[in-house]
């Protein structure tokens, strides 16, 4: 017979059917009618390329600027530019334009609008708003319906009480960029939902799931090839010291193995190469380009040291820094520092979680110079929303007092969340009152910090004088 904890992995309780009907409200109220950007218009033209041309080129989709008949548009009609040219996320290769997305996620977008088309005969052309919101409610949506699923079951494995667990989830759900980034079609919250259910299988340790495990380290690695092979590493570095024999390495990577394959074999399909061909410059030659050599993610673009490492910060808590727009992760630092430090059983686990988001990190830092463009936040770091609430799970676990704190960083962020997602994931200014929100929730949560730390410490004082006062 399961023990209560166990009942409660096992499945949702009613808290957990709760949260995720929550989630499933906010995915489908949140699913835009039209494409945003030049990021998802470019995705889309993809899966609407795929289907109703039969080819990789986009040419002839009606996201590369074609007019519909009747003069509409699946872009915004407040943003003329998008109207008339279309994505700008693409690339010339032997004549014909490419979404310069991975082929990968533009294929199971394609899957989707298939299996759409055929329940209900739907065209894209015919009707653009509907194919975009179907085909977001589909990837993004699901996506954000999952990790806030991952999450709340990784509370219940923790044996979080029912409290702490709402606290967490809802703080996860409503109070970082996950929220603005579940509007529009995006490869980001794609794999954060995979870095959730890594997560989530890593908790609870159990080796018949290696091959669930491999297929989402190969699902993530063609979703982004820098942050996805930092997790097929980090997977394996977790795995190898946990078990500390070479077959369920192989036994992973061999789950894994076939989406590697996937991937390089429609790189090679597109441009030729098995490497990504959006990191070739020369396809990006073509009038009218926005985007040159030093524009491009893949290379080192910094001009010196000292600049490599401003941005780096910069990345982080600069302008559109990452902490300050997921202000509950403020937590996660020193959290890590002091799960490590108290040596936990769960030692390895926070070894991965922090040796993946320091290294996610750093890999964009050297690999980039523009912020990743457009965008709320560092749309490259919403995987890192995964590792970075395990480690709060993992603190709260083992330090139940720190969810006082928690809880003053999620009030600042369930303020932001929504306003963020107001104006959506392909918006860079920051939201109105932004600093003035970041800065009480920041000055509180760190007036609350210290007086903690002083009570600790007048209590281990006064421990030590009892004992000196023994006989």
């Known amino acids: ?165 709402a606290l967490v989830t809802l703080s996860f759900a409503l109070g970082t960029i996950a929220l603005p980034y579940v509007r529009q079609v995006n490869n980001h919250i794609l794999l954060l939902a995979i870095c959730s259910a890594v997560i989530l299988l890593i908790s609870k340790k159990q080796r018949a799931e290696l091959l669930m495990l491999g297929s989402l380290a190969g699902a993530g690695y063609t979703l982004d090839i820098a942050i996805g092979s930092i997790l097929v590493i980090a997977i394996v570095g977790l795995i190898t010291a946990r078990s500390r024999r070479w077959a369920p390495v192989i036994v992973t990577l061999a789950a894994a193995f076939p989406w590697f394959v996937l991937h390089n074999a429609l790189n090679y399909m597109i441009g030729g190469s098995f490497l990504p061909a959006n990191i070739n410059p020369a396809f990006f030659q073509w009038p009218g380009s926005p985007f040159d050599a030093q524009l491009l993610t893949g290379g080192w673009n910094h001009a010196s040291a000292f600049a490599f490492i401003g941005y780096a910060i910069d990345l982080l808590v600069g302008h559109r820094g990452f902490l300050w727009h997921n202000l509950p992760l403020l937590l996660a630092l020193p959290g890590a520092v002091w799960l490590l430090r108290r040596d936990p059983r769960e030692k390895d686990a926070v070894w991965f979680a922090t040796g993946f988001s320091v290294c996610s990190w750093l890999i964009y830092a050297v690999a980039s110079s523009n912020h990743a463009g457009p965008c709320c936040s560092v749309r490259w770091f919403v995987p890192l929303l995964a590792p970075g609430f395990y480690i709060l799970v993992l603190l709260l676990e083992h330090d139940p007092i720190s969810e006082t704190e928690l809880r003053i960083l999620s009030a600042g962020g369930i303020v932001l969340g929504p306003l963020m997602w107001w104006q959506g994931p392909w918006n860079a200014r920051l939201v109105p009152g932004f600093w003035l929100i970041v800065g009480a929730t920041v000055a509180v949560w760190l007036w609350v910090r210290f007086s903690r730390r002083r009570a600790a410490e007048i209590i281990d004082q006064e421990g030590h004088r009892s004992v000196e006062r023994l006989p």
């Open 1 to 165: 017979m399961p023990n209560e904890r166990d009942r409660t992995v096992l499945g949702l309780d009613r808290l957990g059917k709760l949260v995720v009907a929550l989630a499933i409200v906010i995915a489908a109220v949140s699913a835009r009618p039209y494409a945003g950007s030049w990021n998802d218009g470019s995705r889309l033209a993809a899966a609407e390329s795929l289907v109703d041309h039969h080819t990789w080129a986009i040419d002839h989709s009606i996201f590369a600027g074609t007019i519909l008949s009747g003069g509409g548009s699946p872009y915004p009609a407040n943003d003329p530019a998008l109207q008339q040219f279309g994505t700008r996320d693409k690339m010339w290769i032997n004549g014909h334009f490419y979404s310069d997305k991975g082929p990968v996620p533009n294929l199971y977008l394609a899957l989707i609008y298939r299996l759409i088309q055929l329940i209900s005969g739907m065209t894209a052309r015919d009707h653009p708003g509907w194919f975009c919101y179907l085909l977001t409610l589909g990837s993004s949506g699901l996506a954000y319906v999952i990790s806030v699923y991952c999450i709340y079951r990784l509370t219940a494995v923790h044996g979080l009480p029912e409290r702490t667990r």
